[in-house]
């Protein structure tokens, strides 16, 4: 069966840091990837959506950035990191089959900047 | 362009009392919905999706929702609100008629179940 993990669970980082967060799938080849915001009171934002290896679109303007160095892979990165990086960042994947494919998302990370 | 607007931040109902959170929405292709719920500090997870087909759609744990274009909307409702059902509810539409699975979600209803 098909999971997905990501990691950390939660950060704690101050402004101006850097930032990777790192999402990996297993049990499926050739996922769609996909970063969600989900800022306080807010509902989920897309940032950033992969259909495969180093293919990245930005849904946003922003201060992050992705990568999709494997197939199972996608990483969220930030070289410096501002206050309004802050929320709970869900990495998600769908197969590449037809329209209405649900989203399989991974546990979040609680990201805090101070 | 699509999106989708959930009625209420916050809905609050007695444990066995009838569960009905508000969504509607707005595309200009025949829609795929979907209601995610999200437990505290947990990713999000399916309920349930409507494509094509029949317009009452059954999910997960007692929940369902009917699908009525004329009204746009899709709603969630559940008969009997159990303490396990609070969390964070959220409606989503896909976005056109891509494959890619980019959802457009509402703001969020938190349900508070009360004993």
């Known amino acids: 069966s098909q999971t997905i993990h990501q990691w950390p669970a939660t950060l704690v980082q101050p402004v101006g840091s850097p930032l990777s967060l790192e999402c990996t799938v297993e049990?499926?080849?050739?996922?769609?990837l996909y970063w969600y915001r989900q800022a306080a009171g807010r509902g989920l934002q897309l940032l950033f959506y992969?259909?495969?290896?180093?293919?990245i679109s930005s849904e946003v303007p922003q201060n992050l950035s992705a990568s999709r160095p494997q197939d199972r892979q996608f990483i969220l990165s930030s070289k410096k990191l501002l206050l309004s990086d802050s929320g709970f960042y869900l990495c998600?994947?769908?197969?590449?089959?037809?329209?209405?494919?649900?989203?399989?998302f991974g546990s979040g990370t609680q990201l805090s900047v101070l | 362009a699509q999106s989708v607007t959930q009625l209420g931040s916050h809905v609050s109902v007695s444990e066995g009392a009838l569960v009905l959170l508000r969504c509607n929405y707005s595309?200009?292709?025949?829609?795929?919905l979907f209601w995610y719920v999200q437990y505290p500090n947990q990713g999000l997870q399916l309920l349930l999706k409507y494509t094509t087909g029949a317009t009452l759609v059954k999910g997960i744990n007692g929940f369902e929702a009917e699908f009525k274009k004329s009204e746009t909307s899709f709603h969630l409702t559940k008969p009997s609100a159990h303490m396990s059902d609070a969390a964070e509810y959220f409606c989503?539409?896909?976005?056109?008629?891509?494959?890619?699975?980019?959802?457009?979600f509402g703001q969020g209803t938190t349900l508070q179940v009360k004993p």
């Open positions: 998600a994947w769908t197969g590449t089959g037809t329209a209405g494919e649900k989203l399989f």
């Open positions: 989503a539409v896909q976005e056109g008629s891509s494959n890619t699975g980019k959802l457009i």
């Open positions: 595309s200009s292709v025949p829609p795929y």
């Open positions: 992969s259909v495969g290896i180093g293919q």
């Open positions: 049990g499926t080849s050739n996922p769609n």
